[in-house]
């Protein structure tokens, strides 16, 4: 658009601009660099200190946090484990360390401070760094006394945190340095782009002017301060359009807008005459398309005629309604739900906007319903029920059994997380994961902790479902306790020797076939000790079999606690046992056997008779390509034979 000016400028400006997007040391580019670069350099290193100042101290407060539950945790396992002088399952629990790689090691000392049982580094090995976290091993008996047992250490390093957050911290230097290489061009680049290119579109059309003696308009819009000068220089040129025109322009849009807006529009006067409606409303109501209806009275609509002196008092207290609900009478009888909206005008007029909502009442009705009948089949069902969100664990709802088996009111638990029930680690919560998939089993075996500190043993059904737009889990659990113990007594029943808690013959078989396998395919070593306790009927015709019987649980869980815990140690009959070394050879095997003979006679055993010394005769067999177990204990047996022949307490390999 172009127009004759009404007056011709005589002069540009005291000196010629530079031309737009320069790059020198006047130009606003550089200026805008100049002010900005140094303190963003400047807050992004302090930035950085902070941040990798509380992300380090977060890092070892974990550590330190994870040891303390860790050693808390293990020692209530390790108090009953000491008390029966199981030290197979008590070297598993210390194992579990090594799901976290900041942990070592670790340590149980007896009542009287000396060490009863030692894993992975402890301080002895002089690590640089090493932490160690002690805990009291006790056990509460019925009277409600506390026998202290000894005490647990776990030996932790705060050393991988550290190179972490070295790692880490060096990445994030070079994250926030291309952050601000990055924002820098693009803030250059943003401000030529409404700076320069601004003020080049209006030097060019000022060139323009002066050129062809005509004003041109800038081509240029922008809100800032560059585009209120161009537009101020646009306004000088453009000429006053028509009242009337504008006017007849506006009137045109607003009826399309009226008429053809999906809600309906009215304007109704104090006595509830329709001034003014559009198309929708007439729909709404009823009314035929072809008919005013400014005639009509919006009283005969009211099914319930206090509605109407509701939404005029309303009006008349807040000069304004919202979302009245309320119903209405078409004309031909019929009945809606419809929503009011709007406010009265300076004369007193009520000028609003009006939906039929009676699809979304009918829904909501049907919802309701079908939330109440869920709501009462959650809430009344017998079965414990708990919907949590497996993105953060957090439990949304519960059911009024699970507050009863858990100890907690719903508030409590609402606030909780299902991992705060689970008292599994990660590394058994996938483990459980993958061994369902593989049995194809459709429920979860975990171990939740009651309010109380109670552990029981669960199987969780979970299923997803939906709610709105978020995906939960929803969970239903079985306290199955007193079926896992009774399976497990029975399966221990059938596995170990009840007296001296070492494995009994037959599961000594079927571990040892296994192992056998196992080395013969991948060419390991392996070896078989046969020990016989020495002299032993004499100890039972001299004292007695319940004397003989703590000789015999003694020197079975002394020789335990020597051998390593992939060894298979049983008692195969009487005084008589048998172990299976895997990963060892003839050499290793004499080294282990000589410790054993060693321990025996060196430790008296203390008994109601008093300490007694025993000895005992071992023979050693080492596995050959073609043996088989019978093979393997033939050939140890007939080196304990030449042991006993010898004058016992020797080891002979055979």
């Not at 803030?187 to 062809?212: C, H, K, M, W």
């Not at 009314?287 to 002196?309: F, G, K, L, M």
């Not at 078409?330 to 039929?356: C, H, K, Y």
């Amino acid at each position: 658009m172009a127009a004759p000016p009404d007056k011709q400028p005589t002069h540009y400006g005291n000196a010629p601009p530079a031309p737009p997007g320069t790059f020198n040391t006047r130009s606003l580019t550089f200026k805008f660099l100049v002010r900005i670069l140094p303190p963003l350099l400047v807050g992004t290193l302090l930035l950085m200190l902070v941040v990798g100042h509380f992300s380090r101290r977060e890092a070892m407060s974990r550590i330190d946090t994870d040891a303390g539950v860790f050693a808390t945790a293990t020692s209530r396992v390790l108090a009953g484990l000491l008390w029966n002088y199981q030290t197979e399952e008590m070297v598993s629990a210390l194992a579990t360390i090594s799901s976290n790689q900041a942990m070592l090691g670790a340590e149980i000392l007896d009542e009287k401070g000396n060490l009863f049982l030692a894993y992975g580094i402890t301080p002895a090995d002089r690590v640089d760094g090493l932490r160690t976290l002690w805990r009291d091993i006790y056990r509460r008996m019925p009277d409600g006394s506390r026998v202290d047992m000894g005490r647990l250490g776990i030996h932790y390093t705060h050393t991988f945190a550290e190179k972490r957050f070295r790692q880490q911290f060096l990445w994030q230097m070079l994250s926030y340095a291309l952050i601000i290489a990055v924002t820098l061009a693009g803030t250059v680049y943003a401000f030529n782009r409404t700076v320069s290119r601004p003020l080049e579109a209006l030097l060019q059309a000022i060139r323009t002017t002066g050129d062809t003696g005509r004003w041109a308009q800038a081509d240029w819009h922008s809100d800032d301060e560059i585009g209120e000068v161009i537009d101020a220089h646009n306004a000088m040129l453009q000429h006053i359009a028509a009242k009337e025109e504008a006017l007849a322009d506006s009137e045109k849009r607003y009826r399309q807008l009226f008429e053809n807006a999906l809600v309906g529009i009215y304007l109704i006067n104090s006595d509830g005459a329709v001034v003014e409606a559009n198309r929708t409303v007439t729909d709404i109501l009823g009314y035929d398309p072809t008919e005013p209806v400014d005639t009509a009275s919006i009283q005969n609509h009211y099914v319930h005629p206090e509605d109407r002196e509701r939404i005029w008092a309303a009006l008349e207290r807040d000069g304004a309604i919202s979302r009245f609900r309320l119903q209405l009478r078409r004309v031909d009888g019929s009945r809606i739900w419809a929503e009011l909206s709007g406010r009265l005008t300076p004369d007193g007029s009520f000028n609003g906007v009006m939906q039929d909502i009676t699809d979304q009442v009918e829904a909501e009705r049907a919802m309701a319903e079908r939330d109440e009948l869920y709501r009462a089949f959650f809430e009344e069902n017998k079965a414990i029920m708990i919907l949590h969100d497996p993105l953060d664990s957090s439990i949304q709802f519960v059911n009024p059994a699970a507050c009863r088996y858990y100890g907690y009111t719903g508030e409590e638990m609402t606030s909780m997380t299902i991992r705060q029930l689970d008292c599994m680690s990660d590394a058994e919560i996938y483990g459980e994961l993958r061994t369902a998939a593989e049995e194809r089993r459709n429920y979860f075996k975990h171990v939740h902790t009651l309010k109380d500190g109670t552990r029981r043993d669960v199987e969780v059904f979970t299923g997803p479902v939906s709610l709105g737009r978020r995906q939960l889990h929803y969970s239903i659990i079985h306290d199955v306790t007193e079926k896992r113990r009774l399976e497990a007594r029975l399966e221990r029943m059938a596995t170990r020797d009840q007296l001296t808690g070492a494995y009994n013959r037959h599961a000594f078989f079927q571990r040892a076939k296994n192992e056998l396998a196992r080395a013969k395919r991948f060419g390991r070593p392996l070896t078989v000790l046969m020990c016989d306790l020495d002299h032993f009927k004499a100890v039972n015709d001299s004292h007695g079999h319940a004397v003989g019987d703590e000789v015999l649980r003694a020197f079975a869980l002394r020789c335990r606690a020597g051998f390593r815990q992939s060894d298979i140690f049983a008692r195969l009959g009487g005084e008589e046992f048998a172990a299976l070394l895997v990963e060892t050879d003839a050499e290793q095997a004499m080294e282990a056997a000589e410790r054993i003979r060693s321990m025996t006679i060196s430790r008296p055993i203390p008994t109601e008779a008093g300490p007694l010394t025993v000895t005992v005769s071992i023979g050693m067999a080492a596995m050959d390509p073609e043996d088989s177990v019978n093979d393997l204990l033939k050939r140890a047996d007939k080196g304990l034979y030449k042991a006993k022949q010898s004058g016992r307490n020797s080891v002979v390999r055979q």
